[in-house]
């Protein structure tokens, strides 16, 4: 099994920063990488970005590129999602999670198996 916990939410105005973690512990040999997503009120989970251990490649959702920038510890299975000039849309629940064993991240949350227990992320305009 594979534990993930995110924390680094908070309030914050719109055109700040916030700094996200996110630890993944246990079974994390075959874990390729991490996931991050979100989800507003009433609206369905959605992709952020996601980062491999191998070289740390990162790919990001149109909405946060240029903004948002994800790195990671590969030693200490521990990502971080850099937020900078946050609007309110940004505002939502944020996920870390963890890929089913042996594939890579995708945008795709049903090929996550891991999830942590979510951050919320309030931008006040």
């Known amino acids: 099994q594979v534990q993930v916990v995110e924390s680094g939410g908070g309030l914050v105005q719109a055109g700040g920063s916030l700094r996200l973690s996110c630890a993944a512990s246990?079974?994390?040999?075959?874990?390729?990488?991490m996931g991050w997503f979100r989800q507003a009120p009433g609206k369905e989970r959605e992709f952020v970005g996601t980062i491999t251990w191998s070289g740390s490649g990162t790919y990001y959702a149109d909405s946060v590129k240029e903004r948002f920038t994800i790195s990671g510890d590969n030693a200490k299975r521990t990502v971080y999602l850099q937020m900078n000039s946050l609007k309110a849309e940004d505002t939502a629940v944020y996920y870390c999670?963890?890929?089913?064993?042996?594939?890579?991240?995708?945008?795709?949350?049903?090929?996550?198996?891991?999830w942590g227990q979510g951050t919320q992320v309030t931008v006040s305009s």
């Open positions: 999670a963890a890929p089913r064993p042996y594939r890579f991240p995708s945008q795709r949350p049903d090929e996550y198996d891991y």
């Open positions: 246990g079974r994390t040999f075959n874990i390729y990488g």
